[in-house]
């Protein structure tokens, strides 16, 4: 598989760099949010969402609907599992990072996934991407040894705890949280429960061609 970059054509089906919003403010904050060997998911972060641009997503990327800052920060270098919403996501990377990527369209019968047709793209610091609704994505994945830092901005309320317990078989069995369709991959270190539909090499991003 070979490491493409956001600017490429082959990014068009899965999403669009955000030109009409200043990330400068929120990179500089980001960098100040822990980076471990572990990835953290935090999906609201006050000091994220303190900042103007919080305003600036909300009307003019989101119509002016609730939203939450959050950040993905760590090391990982595997696919692990792909996920989707019923609503864009936008990504904003705080140093170079690798998004694996993947289409909606392109789930099969039994809620399986060919990892096979998973994409690899290079997000450089300082710059945002609108991940579509339909892209299927997971945690970014390191581009050098310093991990990666990234902006994880959403509808308010998405990766929150579900309210009810969702395994009742077709797509309903994939909703792990509040606004998250999930796969897993075998190899993945999911929780016990997470439906593992992804067939396939657990994609690494040690082996792409660059």
Known sequence: MKLQKVTDPAFKKYGK???NVDFSALVEELKKTPCTQEVVYEPSVESLE???VYQALQDVTYGEMPIQIGYCNGNNEYLNALEYH????????A?????????QQDIEEGDTYDTAKVEAFLLPAGVG???????LHYAPCNASEEGFRCAIIL???TNQTLDENHYAGGEDRLL???????????EGGL???THLGLKGTNLCVKDLER
């Open 50 to 52: 303190a900042l103007p």
């Open 129 to 135: 991407v609108e991940l579509y609704a339909t892209s």
């Open 176 to 186: 792990t949280a509040k606004n998250k369709w999930l796969i897993g991959h075998p």
């Open 95 to 103: 140093n170079d990072l690798i998004l694996l990527l993947g289409c």
């Open 86 to 93: 019923r609503t864009s996501e936008i990504d904003v990377a």
């Open 17 to 19: 760099i955000v030109e």
């Open 155 to 157: 509808p308010d309320g």
């Open 191 to 193: 929780p016990e429960g």
